[in-house]
Each structure stands twice: as structure tokens, then as C-alpha cells.
């Protein structure tokens, strides 16, 4: 399975914008670029997935390189509800197959 | 919609007992698995299914037994619980790109 590097940490302020990054340089060019995040004592949550092309939802943006060597997750406006370890995941093929988890980057946000 | 529901949330055995914790979803997902959570780490896989009567080992199936007789469950057994299965039980169920985690269950084997 393709590899992903994260920072271990971040601190964001609140109400600011927060870009995680995620390297994979090993990517094929069938993985798709997941990314969820676990709150405290919490299950994962889905946050957003893309191949290609940068995606939005409600929660989150997702920026993929041109080469796709590289992605960053961008939340628009933090707030303390995000305080959490994000995941940045590759998927083969985008199937419903398993997800490989690293350790994550773990978000704190400052009131 | 409940969603990914686990019971028990939590429980503790002694080594060599036997369980099962169950995993229930109600949103139709073929595919459903089982993940373990240890201390700092991130999840690893356990066992998977991709639909009724069928099922595959992930990561670190030894000490795990699985079975899907039903869309809806998917409980996984432990046969002779150790202290190294001592961690966090987490259950998904989801379709292609978006998979939905169930609150987990807390296991300690004594």
C-alpha cells in the first residue's frame, strides 16, 4: 500500500484558516486521497476524498497537487470542535476497500 | 437512521475467556470491518466483508474469528482473550470512498 506522511502536531488559532499537508509520493494513479479525522474518544469521521481535481464539501477543501505527490486539507475557519488527529489515507481505486491508517496529524486549536 | 451501532461499550476479561462484540448498521453497506485502536497508534484492520457470507483477513486477524450471515451485522468473536488484545474496537460500515465508524468498544483483558 502507497505511504503517507503527516506532521505528527499543528496549532491553529480560532476562526483561522488551517492547511494539513500530506505527502505521498508513491501514489499510483488509481489511489484515491482520503482524509478523516477522530475526535477524543471518538470513532473516525469521514471528511473528504478526491483523485485528481480539488474538492469542497461542508466540512473541509481538498487541494491535490498537479502531480499528485502531495495534498493539504484545508479547513476554512477552525474552530474548537476541531481539535482532533486528522488522517490523510490512500485508497485503491476508490473502493469501499480498506482503509490504512498512519498516526496522523493531531490538531489543536487556540480560542 | 441509528447508523454504525457496537455493543458493549465497554468490558473486561480474563485471559482465556471468549466474546463477541457485536456491530449492527442500518444503511444497506455491503461492505462492513472490524479495526483495533491501541494506545497513540492509529487503527489497524482486523477482518472485512464486502457482503453477506463473505469475509477476509486484514492486518491483524490472529485471535479474531468473523462471520456475516446478514447485511446488517457483523460481530466479531475473540476465542481466548490475551492482554495483547487489550485496545479499541471500532466497526465501519460504507460504500465506495466514504466509510461511517461506530463509536467503539472498549476491551481491557486482564
Known amino acids: 500500500d502507497a505511504k503517507t506522511t503527516q506532521p505528527n502536531s499543528m496549532e491553529s488559532n480560532e476562526e483561522e484558516p488551517v492547511h494539513l499537508p500530506c505527502n505521498h509520493s508513491?501514489?499510483?494513479?488509481?489511489?484515491?486521497i482520503h482524509w478523516y479525522r477522530q475526535l477524543p474518544s471518538q470513532g473516525p469521521e469521514y471528511v473528504i476524498h478526491g483523485l485528481t481535481s480539488n474538492v469542497n464539501n461542508r466540512m473541509a477543501s481538498l487541494a491535490i497537487a498537479e502531480d499528485r505527490k502531495s495534498s493539504t486539507l484545508i479547513l476554512h475557519r477552525a474552530t474548537l470542535r476541531d481539535a482532533a488527529v486528522y488522517y490523510c489515507?490512500?485508497?485503491?481505486?476508490?473502493?469501499?476497500?480498506?482503509?490504512?491508517f498512519g498516526k496522523g496529524t493531531k490538531l489543536s486549536v487556540k480560542p | 437512521n441509528a447508523g454504525v451501532t457496537q455493543t458493549p461499550k465497554f468490558q473486561v476479561l480474563k485471559t482465556g475467556q471468549s466474546m463477541t462484540l457485536q456491530c449492527a448498521q442500518d444503511m444497506n453497506h455491503e461492505y462492513m470491518s472490524w479495526y483495533r485502536q491501541d494506545p497513540g497508534m492509529g487503527l489497524r484492520l482486523i477482518h472485512y466483508?464486502?457482503?453477506?457470507?463473505?469475509?477476509d483477513q486484514g492486518e491483524v486477524p490472529n485471535g479474531y474469528n468473523v462471520s456475516r450471515s446478514t447485511t446488517e451485522d457483523f460481530p466479531l468473536r475473540l476465542l481466548s482473550a490475551a492482554p495483547s488484545q487489550t485496545s479499541v474496537y471500532f466497526c465501519?460500515?460504507?460504500?465506495?470512498?466514504?466509510?461511517?465508524f461506530g463509536p467503539g468498544t472498549r476491551l481491557t483483558v486482564t
Open positions: 489515507i490512500l485508497n485503491y481505486g476508490g473502493s469501499q476497500g480498506n482503509l490504512i
Open positions: 466483508s464486502v457482503g453477506a457470507g463473505i469475509t
Open positions: 508513491t501514489i499510483s494513479g488509481t489511489d484515491y
Open positions: 465501519a460500515s460504507g460504500r465506495a470512498g466514504e466509510q461511517y
